[in-house]
């Protein structure tokens, strides 16, 4: 979730997230962007909802920082320091979740699911986007010719997410993808975007040891074969998907490193941003 929002540089998909809003008759009054980044979903919310109250979470302290730097005087959100298998919000305090680029930083989206399905209130929004496991496909086939070790992670699935959002307690999960293939002139263009553009959510299972010369020449050479005029492909599969807060309430569900709820609520009116760095 830290770095959601440069990876929302690499992959503008807010814009098409917010204009999916218009399909929901909502009126909200508190919503949260789960995975705020810098703020840009935040500050989109609180415009298209001006009487609502918009909290944007995000794991990184300073991305949440940022997101209170870069707000204007005249439309406040809150920004709030917390993880998203553990939100520091009340049960059924929330009409609205709206997560951008985030589920794929989870190991397991059950997790963040649960905690989406108890602060929702009954008949409350979830909307999201995530990245599915055709994400990188070429630079994951490139890797497979070189050698036999995970060099990308796995994305959930649509049936995943749907199985898992279900599981958690939230009804009628709906969900579709589009893929996206952008060129790079090399791949070393390429890898250097995920690294710095932070999407490098991607390659959180690569080989910790160094990669040898020879498997980076093989790599680098299958990925050649399947240049174009327009340089070097990698696909992006974007999985949009909307669920509303089911009737079943997991009050006893245990949240990330075997915490139950309880430790994780607080009232509402009493968050704060917090001081302090998250190890």
């Not at 540089?9 to 814009?15: D, G, I, M, R």
């Not at 298998?85 to 009340?90: F, S, T, V």
């Amino acid at each position: 979730m830290s770095k959601a929002a440069a990876a929302h540089a690499t992959l503008p998909v807010t814009a098409e997230l917010l204009e999916r809003l218009q399909y929901f008759r909502l009126e909200p009054r508190v919503i949260v962007d789960l995975g705020c980044g810098t703020g840009a979903g935040a500050a989109a919310l609180r415009r298209r909802y001006s009487r609502a109250r918009v909290i944007g979470v995000d794991l990184s302290y300073d991305m949440a920082q940022q997101a209170r730097r870069a707000q204007p005087f005249w439309r406040r959100y809150d920004c709030l320091c917390a993880d998203a298998r553990a939100l520091p919000l009340a049960t059924e305090s929330v009409d609205l979740v709206f997560s951008s680029l985030m589920l794929q930083h989870c190991d397991d989206p059950a997790f963040p699911f649960v905690e989406v399905q108890r602060v929702l209130r009954p008949g409350g929004l979830l909307l999201f986007c995530t990245l599915g496991p055709a994400t990188l496909q070429e630079l994951r086939e490139a890797w497979a010719s070189a050698d036999d070790s995970p060099h990308l992670r796995h994305f959930a699935d649509m049936p995943q997410l749907a199985s898992a959002a279900t599981h958690a307690g939230l009804a009628e999960p709906v969900m579709d993808r589009d893929v996206r293939v952008r060129h790079y002139p090399q791949v070393a263009d390429l890898l250097h975007e995920l690294r710095v553009g932070g999407a490098d959510a991607a390659l959180a299972e690569r080989r910790h040891a160094l990669t040898g010369p020879g498997r980076w020449r093989r790599m680098l050479g299958h990925y050649e074969t399947l240049r174009s005029s327009a340089g070097i492909p990698a696909s992006w599969e974007l999985i949009y998907g909307a669920a509303f807060a089911g009737a079943t309430r997991h009050s006893h569900a245990p949240a990330a490193g075997g915490r139950t709820k309880g430790e994780a609520v607080v009232p509402l009116d009493a968050l704060r941003t917090r001081g302090r760095s998250r190890p």
